[in-house]
């Protein structure tokens, strides 16, 4: 599961973070996973929960903001909101859409103390 790797390198940010901004403990964590990411969010808390255990982030909120994906069709320039990549322009049908938005997998908010 690649979400467990996901997580570590989430918690080395934030060890990261610590030792530069000085501080000692994560209250919370805001993290943005786009539907495109190929994350799966309940995958993701669960790791988050088992890879920060005993960490300064042990027992920080996770909250995960899934933002819409969207695209530009290159047949017929127009954007809209996809669920999928592989989703035809609503448009025109055309299958040829560059992803605009909805790939995003970041850290948002950090809250700190
Ligand atoms: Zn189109």
Do not use: W, Y
């Amino acid at each position: 599961m690649h979400e467990m790797s996901l997580c570590e390198n989430i918690l080395g940010i934030l060890l990261d973070e610590a030792a530069s901004q000085n501080f000692s403990k994560v209250d919370r964590v805001c993290l943005e996973v786009g539907p495109l990411s190929g994350v799966e969010p309940e995958a993701l808390r669960f790791g988050f929960d088992v890879v920060t255990r005993g960490s300064l982030a042990d027992g920080a909120q996770l909250d995960i903001f899934e933002p819409e994906a969207t695209a530009t069709c290159a047949a017929c320039g127009a954007t809209a909101v996809i669920q999928d990549r592989f989703d035809p322009c609503p448009s025109c049908g055309s299958h040829v859409l560059q992803v605009k938005t909805g790939e995003e997998l970041r850290i948002k908010e950090l809250e700190v103390s």
